[in-house]
């Protein structure tokens, strides 16, 4: 069977994402996506602007942050938008680190600032799942607020991070509920299709799929997106790679745990029978371990 053979680029490579996301000719996409996903927030958003992706701290010799997108709407509130592929130790840290510069940024010179603040959003989608969140099969989206621990009630509602758990987006297309179920869906499975699906034949998706289109590209941009495409899967098998040794360690070492668990069975004199009830190795094979500790004695 031959290789698929994409028609439409995979979002979560940094070629896909900005192209879709990060231009400005395309800015009625993530406009569109914003305003799906944060519509019970606030208003409508009605422009974007983009905003320099890198800042820096208040010194030269401050850490300096670079976002995958930053941005601000026509009532000056402030959106980080972060695309994350793979696990990373401290990722809410950074996000939270992350949101910290939208906010001193807004700190006005002289003496009589008030200290009101516009909303900052920091948005991660992410090609991953907080080992936290397993057992959460069906929860992909957790919306993260300042509340009051005791009555759970919103304390601080300026300071918004969404948390968009890609793998955990299931749906398939006939299912979809929502104009923000469509975006999820999209986002998560746009490389896989080869053609508009009929759920999706609205003016901003089929935009998108020929923003998509791999075809459409000019060799430069076509160059580009396979150079991104090529360290997304390299970055992909790593981690596979990575993973597969893994549970072939932990195989192995359950093994060797379950061998040592036979070896004091035999060594106490239980009965062969109860050993492999217990055990589930067979018979035969605890007698094999018991040759082998026997010739193992008789050898020293």
Known sequence: MPDFIEKYINPFTDYGFKRLFGEE?????????????LKNEQGKITSLTYLKSDR?????????????????????????VELQKTKQKFFKDRTVYYSTFPIREQAQRGADWNFELKAVYTIAILDFVFDSDLE????????????????????????????????????????LDSRFDKWMYVIRNLNKLDRVPNELRESIFERLFEVAEIARFSKAEADAYEESL?????????????????????KKNAELEKRKIVVNLIEIGLVVSSIAKATGYTESEIEEIRKEINEGSNSI
Do not use: H, Q
Not at 25 to 37: A, V
Not at 61 to 80: P, S
Not at 230 to 250: I, M, P, Q, V, W
């Open 136 to 175: 959460e099969p069906k929860k992909f989206r957790y919306d993260v607020k300042l509340t009051d621990i005791e009555t759970c009630k919103e304390f601080y509602d300026k300071l918004t991070f969404i948390y968009l758990e890609m793998p955990k987006f299931n749906k398939p297309v006939e299912s």
């Open 230 to 250: 090529k360290s997304y899967r390299d970055l992909k098998n790593s981690l596979d790679t990575a993973f597969e040794e893994g549970r072939k360690e932990e």
């Open 25 to 37: 000719p395309n800015k009625d996409l993530l406009l569109d996506f914003l305003n799906e996903l």
């Open 56 to 80: 820096l701290g208040n010194s030269k010799d401050d850490r300096k942050a670079v976002f995958d997108l930053y941005c601000e709407n026509e009532a000056g509130e402030k959106f980080i």
